[in-house]
């Protein structure tokens, strides 16, 4: 008997099916998962696209967006940390993902996202015109040039520990979200929490992190901002003293400065803000007994083991 078909059939069937299991790795269905679907104006949630291959790349589009989300590898696929601008109105809406190999859209996914109604508050302050010249756009302007760079990129990885805690212990005076009028004229959305203090007391960092700013900036006056991993960023304002520098990794509760009155200030406070990227989120939102969706990342731990 002549052996050769023999071996050439054998050939062939393992290289189909090779070609069959290549074909089936590569028709695996990505799954788009949010930690929450139902969501407020100044909160965020945690987006998973698993599995996504190494070649295909994701792009995300959301009416409620104000810039594009920042991908990081997670398991077998990736992750990215979604804010809700406090300007967004109530209602439903759709998050679809493309991904795309080569230039070319190989999947199309789609994921409902509920954004409720929330009120905020209206504060009004009268302050003098040398005070109200700390704030001009130009002045902003150049601060952003700052700020913007420093929060330009983040850690690949996760750095904070455990639950967040405020950076300070004292009476808030100012809510996020609240609606500003200075001197009768509206002057936007309050970024973060006011927390008075005397002068001198030690604001701790919220986390572990990185330092990625710290300088006098025209507005906030001196200011620190710390990037936690993941786009995720706290910021540190009106202080009196830095006692960080840019690259110094810091640890929860560290002191990184003291309460001060610098910037466009009407009294010593701190003013403590948390940002996924340049988009302000409420810090409420990150203390309580875990982050939002921290459960949920142990749940995909469990299940990926």
Not at 11 to 36: C, H, M, R, W
Not at 38 to 63: K, N, T, W, Y
Not at 182 to 208: C, M
Request: charged share 20%.
């Amino acid at each position: 008997m002549d052996v050769w078909p023999v071996w050439i059939a054998l050939l062939v069937g393992a290289v189909l099916v090779l070609y069959a299991l290549d074909l089936g790795e590569n028709e695996l269905q990505p799954k788009i998962t949010l930690s929450a679907d139902h969501i407020r104006p100044g909160e965020f949630f945690l987006l998973q696209v698993d599995p996504l291959a190494s070649d295909l790349s994701l792009q995300i589009a959301c009416p409620f967006l104000d810039e594009e989300p920042r991908f990081f590898r997670y398991g077998q696929g990736v992750v990215a940390l979604i804010p809700v601008d406090y300007r967004t109105r109530p209602g439903d809406y759709g998050l679809e993902a493309e991904i795309v190999r080569g230039g070319q859209i190989v999947h199309r996914l789609e994921q409902g996202v509920t954004v409720s109604a929330r009120d905020f508050a209206i504060q009004k302050l009268y302050v003098s015109a040398e005070l109200l010249s700390h704030r001009d756009e130009t002045m902003w302007a150049e601060d952003r040039v700052h700020t913007d760079a420093a929060r330009a990129r983040s850690n690949s990885d996760p750095l904070w520990e455990g639950l967040f805690q405020p950076a300070l212990t004292g009476r808030i005076t100012t809510q996020f979200g609240q609606i500003r009028l200075i001197n009768d004229q509206e002057s936007g959305r309050h970024s973060g929490l006011d927390i008075a203090a005397p002068r001198g007391t030690e604001v701790a960092a919220s986390n572990n992190g990185e330092v990625v700013l710290a300088r006098f900036l025209h507005v906030t006056g001196n200011t620190v901002i710390l990037d936690h991993g993941w786009n995720l960023f706290s910021s540190y304002s009106h202080l009196d003293r830095i006692e960080v520098r840019v690259g110094q990794a810091v640890v929860k509760d560290q002191t990184i400065g003291t309460v001060g009155s610098t910037g466009f200030s009407t009294g010593p406070h701190l003013h403590w803000a948390v940002s996924i990227g340049t988009t302000f989120v409420d810090p409420e939102f990150v203390l309580g007994e875990a982050l939002p969706w921290s459960s949920w990342m142990e749940q995909e731990d469990v299940a990926q083991r």
